[in-house]
């Protein structure tokens, strides 16, 4: 059975993982920079790629250490190659060469989307392709048809800002520090979904694709108003993300032909409101719902050394002057959704 070392490093998370090809899990590192963005209240670029080359090779060495194998006992090196903040995929791609190099083995440059897209099937066995896929994180908001490992076809992306980033940017207006996602979730706890009128961007539209601009202004205005408690706007907030996430992806099952089920990753994937309103949306539908758990949304190594496995068992891998990519789109085909910004 491959055993794939996998690296990870495009965007605040140093990791390192071991994985096989029976999706065992053998060990899982990560250093988060969280504590050092914080006073900036986002990810610094430079920051980020300097606190990737310190960390890097020591979360390997720890990584190897806790599953109890050599680098000589790995069949492949995973690293991701994009798309993300440059500086920080050179560290771990450029780690990932010169360990391949060093121990002879192949390198597999794995699309971080990617990673996100296959770790369901890492988390679960009994996911099988075609499926829908909603991937939601700080720089994505798409809707995917996933046909195989490789084979990617987006039937929609956000004309703006990604999920994850409207959750960030609505922490920082109403002071609830980062990272954005886990303290909105945590404050709408405490609020009202019905407390603040706020718009559902793209709500009916034919197209499944999303918007989440109008939002962010929309709860710009409502903290500047002073009517609203600051945790009955998150709470609104997250709702009315909530149903522009159910009606697009119910629009998507709509489309998507022969999926044989409902899927969601990425970072956003972790909020409990979004995964239980997409498992309804699911059991309305007669589709099967997947999710990973909590530690395997966000960004890690585990599904960087999954995807790893996935593309070693399809037989593809890469050359060692293969090049790191900020932008790296998963389905290279897709048209330009109107209005889309350049984000990666
Ligand atoms: O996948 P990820 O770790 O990194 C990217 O590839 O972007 O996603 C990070 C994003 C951030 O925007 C973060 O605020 C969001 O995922 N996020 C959440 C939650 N946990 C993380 N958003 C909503 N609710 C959460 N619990
Ligand atoms: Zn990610």
Same mark, same amino acid.
């Given at each position: 059975?491959?055993?794939?070392?996998?690296?990870?490093?495009?965007?605040?998370?140093?990791?390192?993982?071991?994985?096989?090809?029976?999706?065992?899990?053998?060990?899982?590192?990560?250093?988060?920079?969280?504590?050092?963005?914080?006073?900036?209240?986002?990810?610094?670029?430079?920051?980020?790629?300097?606190?990737?080359?310190?960390?890097?090779?020591?979360?390997?060495?720890?990584?190897?250490?806790?599953?109890?194998?050599?680098?000589?006992?790995?069949?492949?090196?995973?690293?991701?190659?994009?798309?993300?903040?440059?500086?920080?995929?050179?560290?771990?791609?450029?780690?990932?060469?010169?360990?391949?190099?060093?121990?002879?083995?192949?390198?597999?440059?794995?699309?971080?989307?990617?990673?996100?897209?296959?770790?369901?099937?890492?988390?679960?066995?009994?996911?099988?392709?075609?499926?829908?896929?909603?991937?939601?994180?700080?720089?994505?908001?798409?809707?995917?048809?996933?046909?195989?490992?490789?084979?990617?076809?987006?039937?929609?992306?956000?004309?703006d800002d990604?999920?994850?980033?409207a959750?960030?940017?609505t922490?920082?207006?109403?002071?609830?520090?980062?990272?954005?996602?886990?303290?909105?979730?945590?404050?709408?706890?405490?609020?009202?979904?019905?407390?603040v009128p706020l718009p559902r961007p793209l709500l009916g539209a034919?197209?499944?694709?999303f918007s989440f601009a109008g939002l962010k202004s929309a709860v710009l205005r409502a903290?500047? #108003? %002073? !009517?609203?408690? *600051?945790? /009955?706007i &998150? $709470?609104s907030f997250?709702q009315a993300v909530?149903d522009c996430?159910?009606d697009?992806?119910?629009?998507?099952?709509?489309?998507?032909?022969?999926?044989?089920?409902?899927?969601?990753?990425?970072?956003?994937?972790?909020?409990?409101?979004?995964?239980?309103?997409?498992?309804?949306?699911?059991?309305?539908?007669?589709?099967?719902?997947?999710?990973?758990?909590?530690?395997?949304?966000?960004?890690?190594?585990?599904?960087?050394?999954?995807?790893?496995?996935?593309?070693?068992? #399809? %037989? !593809?891998?890469? *050359?060692? /002057?293969? &090049? $790191?990519?900020?932008?790296?789109?998963?389905?290279?085909?897709?048209?330009?959704?109107?209005?889309?910004?350049?984000?990666?």
């Amino acid at each position: 059975m491959a055993l794939i070392l996998g690296l990870e490093s495009s965007c605040d998370e140093t990791a390192a993982a071991l994985v096989t090809g029976a999706r065992a899990v053998l060990a899982h590192r990560l250093a988060t920079q969280e504590a050092q963005h914080r006073p900036f209240g986002g990810v610094v670029p430079e920051i980020a790629a300097r606190a990737h080359v310190e960390v890097m090779t020591p979360l390997v060495e720890q990584a190897l250490a806790e599953a109890g194998v050599r680098l000589s006992d790995v069949d492949a090196i995973a690293a991701t190659a994009g798309p993300g903040l440059i500086g920080g995929v050179m560290v771990g791609l450029v780690t990932g060469k010169a360990l391949a190099h060093a121990a002879g083995k192949p390198l597999i440059a794995v699309n971080h989307l990617e990673g996100h897209a296959l770790s369901p099937r890492l988390a679960n066995p009994n996911l099988h392709f075609p499926y829908l896929l909603l991937l939601v994180s700080g720089g994505h908001c798409q809707l995917l048809f996933v046909e195989g490992v490789g084979r990617y076809r987006r039937l929609a992306t956000t004309i703006d800002d990604a999920a994850g980033e409207a959750f960030d940017k609505t922490a920082k207006l109403l002071g609830l520090g980062f990272p954005g996602g886990p303290a909105v979730e945590q404050a709408a706890k405490q609020g009202d979904p019905k407390a603040v009128p706020l718009p559902r961007p793209l709500l009916g539209a034919r197209e499944p694709h999303f918007s989440f601009a109008g939002l962010k202004s929309a709860v710009l205005r409502a903290r500047d #108003a %002073g !009517l609203y408690r *600051p945790e /009955d706007i &998150a $709470a609104s907030f997250q709702q009315a993300v909530v149903d522009c996430l159910i009606d697009r992806t119910a629009r998507a099952i709509d489309i998507a032909d022969g999926a044989t089920a409902l899927v969601v990753a990425g970072g956003v994937a972790a909020n409990g409101t979004i995964r239980a309103a997409l498992e309804a949306l699911a059991a309305r539908q007669g589709l099967p719902f997947f999710a990973p758990p909590l530690w395997l949304c966000t960004d890690n190594a585990a599904m960087i050394g999954w995807a790893g496995a996935e593309r070693f068992a #399809a %037989g !593809l891998t890469d *050359p060692l /002057d293969i &090049a $790191a990519r900020p932008r790296w789109p998963l389905d290279p085909d897709a048209e330009k959704a109107r209005g889309a910004g350049v984000k990666a």
